[in-house]
């Protein structure tokens, strides 16, 4: 369900491959939404949340070192977008809870987070990037 789609390549392969990876963080939260034989999914969406947030934090490190690397004029800006996606997953760690009846509507509250911001960052800011 949650790809990597084409229109989403910035045409930096190392970037690229960790939206990739991204992705499937997201795919992996999807998954779990639909999991009938999971009824109490706390344990995973915990595992995801922390699997996705060091991912990110190593992610914008390589894209910001990139970004340097090539004296990007916009990594002021990047950086800050980044710190306020951590701060977001912070936020969702924090108020995740173990409530059953909440579990489906949390995943689907990330997953839309997610998808929104990672889609809008990729195809507006990240896709500004200049190759190398």
Same mark, same amino acid.
């Given at each position: 369900?949650?790809?990597?789609?084409?229109?989403?390549?910035?045409?930096?392969?190392?970037?690229?491959?960790?939206?990739?990876?991204?992705?499937?963080?997201? *795919? !992996?939260?999807?998954?779990?939404? @639909? *999991?009938?034989?999971?009824?109490?999914?706390?344990?995973?969406?915990?595992? =995801?949340?922390? +699997?996705?947030? #060091?991912?990110?934090?190593? %992610?914008?490190?390589?894209? !910001?070192?990139?970004?340097?690397?090539? +004296?990007?004029?916009?990594?002021?800006? &990047?950086?800050?977008? %980044?710190?306020?996606?951590? $701060?977001?997953?912070?936020?969702?760690?924090? @108020? @995740? #809870?173990?409530?059953?009846?909440? $579990?489906?509507? &949390? =995943?689907? !509250?990330?997953?839309?987070?997610?998808? !929104?911001?990672?889609? #809008? %960052? =990729?195809?507006?800011?990240?896709? &500004? =990037?200049?190759? #190398?």
């Amino acid at each position: 369900m949650y790809e990597m789609k084409p229109e989403y390549y910035i045409g930096i392969d190392m970037i690229d491959e960790e939206h990739k990876q991204l992705f499937e963080y997201a *795919d !992996e939260a999807y998954k779990l939404l @639909h *999991d009938e034989f999971t009824p109490d999914k706390y344990d995973k969406i915990d595992i =995801i949340l922390e +699997n996705l947030r #060091n991912y990110t934090v190593k %992610h914008f490190s390589d894209e !910001e070192q990139y970004m340097e690397s090539i +004296n990007y004029k916009k990594l002021f800006t &990047q950086k800050i977008q %980044h710190q306020e996606f951590i $701060q977001k997953l912070d936020e969702f760690m924090e @108020h @995740h #809870n173990d409530d059953a009846e909440d $579990q489906d509507e &949390q =995943i689907m !509250e990330i997953l839309k987070y997610l998808t !929104e911001w990672l889609v #809008n %960052h =990729i195809l507006y800011v990240d896709g &500004q =990037i200049p190759k #190398n």
